[in-house]
């Protein structure tokens, strides 16, 4: 069975500075990776994806996230995090169905 | 992308009723599914709601506790029976539209007291 594992529970980052959110995956095929970011009191919400294809993946909001298959590794990025991105961040790996990590709570300060 | 609206988006509940939740969304999907997420936690996929037959449930998961209704394409609903405090949650649904790309709705906060 797939499984995702986001090793920080917290990420802080000074505003202006590149932030970056791990994610680790196993998956028995080809994964299908997904980011998406949760804003107080709302439901989840689609940054981005690997199917296939470049292994730098650019999604919502000024997002993008490196795929590596030798590291088993789908990382988050962002050049200059802003005070808005912070937010809780779940990665997912889709095989049979969507399996969620644990989540990573950015803030990013002023 | 879909729209996904869910009712209600919060309810308190006493022990022991059952309450159900609504999720519509706006064009006709195969793939819907309901999860449930602790405060602050992951979430944790409930069951599969399948049109037209029964919902496959995840492990630890029981279609006595949390029975799930698919009448079509557009529609499900999932009911909490017979809750306890530990059912307090955020229950949220989910389709997959295109290349396994999920939308969620806004969820329904549940506080059991």
């Known amino acids: 069975a797939q499984s995702v594992a986001q090793p920080e529970d917290q990420v802080n980052v000074a505003e202006g500075n590149p932030l970056t959110v791990k994610c680790t995956y196993s998956v028995s095929g080809n994964p299908y990776l997904f980011w998406y970011v949760q804003y107080p009191n709302r439901g989840l919400q689609f940054l981005l994806k690997y199917i296939t294809g470049d292994n730098l993946v650019k999604g919502s909001y000024g997002f993008e996230a490196e795929f590596n298959k030798s590291q088993t590794s789908f990382h988050l990025k962002k050049p200059s995090a802003l005070v808005s991105d912070s937010a809780l961040y779940f990665c997912?790996?889709?095989?049979?169905?969507?399996?969620f990590g644990a989540g990573t709570r950015l803030t990013v300060k002023p | 992308s879909a729209v996904i609206s869910q009712k209600p988006s919060r309810d308190i509940c006493q022990r022991g009723t059952s309450l159900t939740i609504q999720c519509q969304v706006d064009s006709q999907v195969t793939m819907m599914f309901w999860y449930r997420q602790q405060p602050g936690q992951s979430l944790t996929l409930i069951a599969t709601?399948?049109?037209?037959?029964?919902?496959?449930?995840e492990s630890g998961f029981v279609i006595d506790k949390f029975p799930i209704s698919r009448p079509n394409l557009t529609f499900s609903t999932l009911t909490v029976s017979n809750m306890s405090p530990e059912d307090s949650s955020i229950y949220l649904c989910?389709?997959?539209?295109?290349?396994?790309?999920?939308?969620f709705g806004q969820g329904t906060r549940l506080t059991v007291v």
């Open positions: 989910s389709v997959e539209i295109g290349i396994a790309e999920a939308f």
């Open positions: 997912a790996v889709r095989d049979l169905d969507m399996r």
């Open positions: 709601a399948n049109q037209g037959s029964e919902a496959t449930y």
